[in-house]
């Protein structure tokens, strides 16, 4: 069956860094493309990062410049850095997965991002 696995979540000072990962397995047929989305207690859920075979790559505004998204088409993978991290970027990331076939969507179970002095 499918699986979607983050990694690299943690607790990072202000003006630190964290590299997060997302390991796809189980899907056939390819990637159509992969995400990072966050999720703040007492928010809702909202795109940080996507990108999509063919298509641009899009950041949240409040992003831009810190955070970089790539891809690992070969390992079914992706991987979010970011820099120059605040307190604001607090949340549990989701990497979501769309595959190429039929479009379906796929969440992992998030991995906790602590920016804290």
């Known amino acids: 069956q499918v699986q979607i696995v983050e990694s690299g979540g943690g607790l990072v000072q202000p003006g630190g860094s964290l590299r997060l990962s997302c390991a796809a397995s189980?899907?056939?047929?390819?990637?159509?493309?992969m995400g990072w989305f966050r999720q703040a207690p007492g928010k809702e859920r909202e795109l940080v990062a996507t990108?999509?075979?063919?298509?641009?790559?899009t950041y949240s505004d409040s992003v831009k410049g810190r955070f970089t998204i790539s891809l690992d088409n070969a390992k079914n993978m992706a991987f979010l850095q970011m820099n120059t991290l605040n307190p604001e970027d607090t949340a549990v990331y989701y990497c979501?997965?769309?595959?190429?076939?039929?479009?379906?969507?796929?969440w992992g179970q998030g991995t906790q991002v602590t920016v804290s002095s």
């Open positions: 979501k997965v769309v595959t190429m076939w039929g479009k379906k969507v796929y």
């Open positions: 189980g899907i056939m047929h390819g990637i159509y493309g």
């Open positions: 990108k999509f075979s063919g298509g641009p790559t």
